[in-house]
């Protein structure tokens, strides 16, 4: 028998805290569906760093798992923002996401990725990592994560290269 169509959406937000003291946070709905170890869905929310921009963010997601518990996937996410004086898009591919569930509710991840921004003049092509840990509480879920981005550039550990992010989200 085959699996159902499983159709979700949910309030979800976040906040990304770079170690140069900068930051963007962001809020909004999101919803997809979700079928046999695939998925798509998308997120409009308003983000903003509180000094300069505030924007509405877009994001197409989608991925993949390459086994059937779901431990090993590739993701995608197309990221647009749109604002009155930049606006930016964004292709992050991640060919390996692992997720390890500890105990019912809990879950550690890592991913490695490359992302590549076009700010309406140029391309900027990066790799990056992040691991996090999830939990889950009734409808509500919460992760934080370390991250790295520049990879390709290890000799660059200037301090906006780093940072922690703090997701929620809430199922209705």
């Keep these: 028998m085959p699996n159902p169509l499983n159709v979700y959406s949910k309030l979800s937000g976040g906040s990304y805290q770079y170690m140069d003291g900068s930051n963007y946070t962001f809020a909004g709905l999101e919803g997809g569906i979700k079928k046999d170890g695939k998925s798509i869905g998308a997120l409009a929310a308003i983000g903003s760093d ?65 992302s590549g921004q076009y700010n309406g003049e140029k391309w900027k092509n990066s790799m990056g990592a992040f691991c996090g840990v999830s939990k889950s509480f009734k409808n509500t879920t919460m992760s934080v994560e370390v991250q790295r981005y520049n990879l390709q550039n290890l000799s660059d550990n200037s301090s906006g290269n780093y940072g922690v992010n703090f997701l929620i989200s809430r199922s209705f």
Excluded: A, C
Aim: charged fraction near 30%; avoid cysteine; glycine fraction near 6%.
């Design 50 to 114: 509180f000094e300069t921009r505030t924007d509405l963010m877009i994001d197409i997601k989608g991925s993949s798992d390459y086994d059937k518990k779901g431990i090993f996937n590739q993701n995608i996410r197309l990221r647009t923002k749109l604002g009155k004086d930049n606006s930016t898009f964004q292709v992050r591919y991640s060919p390996i996401t692992v997720n390890v569930p500890v105990g019912k509710d809990l879950e550690f991840y890592t991913n490695l990725h490359y």
